[in-house]
């Protein structure tokens, strides 16, 4: 099986990207060790921009891409979708907090037979 060069070429590209990445991360863990008398929020913020600019050259990958794009995918199908009203909302609750307690009044209601019956066959009962 043969790469075609182009493939080969952003294949390449795509390591060395994402070897950045993970050298920014690594800068940034790093960092924070060995710089862990200076302040709290400096060295917060330092590490948020490594993050960001790892997340940003990640995003430039292939699968980086395929990531953002399936996010933007799923925030449109989001938009789609339609929300019960306030009404609708409490209804449901209601009707599964029934659904709930009779379930409940029923599993307890075997389970009191069972070990009725259960102690009446061994001879545990009379």
Same mark, same amino acid.
């Given at each position: 099986?043969?790469?075609?060069?182009?493939?080969?070429?952003?294949?390449?590209?795509?390591?060395?990207?994402?070897?950045?990445?993970?050298?920014?991360?690594?800068?940034?863990?790093?960092?924070?060790?060995?710089?862990?008398?200076?302040?709290?929020?400096?060295?917060?913020?330092?590490?948020?921009?490594?993050?960001?600019?790892?997340?940003? !050259?990640?995003?430039?990958?292939?699968?980086?891409?395929?990531?953002?794009?399936?996010?933007?995918?799923?925030?449109?199908?989001?938009?789609?979708?339609?929300?019960?009203?306030?009404?609708?909302?409490?209804?449901?609750?209601?009707?599964?907090?029934?659904?709930?307690? !009779?379930?409940?009044?029923?599993?307890?209601?075997?389970?009191?037979?069972?070990?009725?019956?259960?102690?009446?066959?061994?001879?545990?009962?009379?």
């Amino acid at each position: 099986m043969t790469l075609k060069p182009e493939n080969s070429k952003n294949g390449a590209l795509d390591r060395l990207k994402w070897s950045l990445a993970f050298v920014l991360l690594l800068a940034g863990l790093l960092g924070n060790h060995y710089y862990s008398e200076v302040s709290m929020l400096v060295r917060s913020f330092v590490w948020l921009v490594l993050l960001a600019m790892a997340m940003f !050259v990640a995003s430039t990958t292939t699968k980086g891409g395929k990531v953002l794009d399936f996010f933007r995918d799923a925030q449109m199908e989001l938009r789609k979708v339609v929300w019960p009203t306030r009404d609708e909302t409490m209804q449901m609750t209601l009707v599964v907090g029934a659904m709930v307690i !009779v379930l409940a009044l029923f599993l307890w209601g075997m389970d009191g037979i069972l070990v009725w019956l259960i102690g009446w066959l061994t001879g545990q009962r009379g």
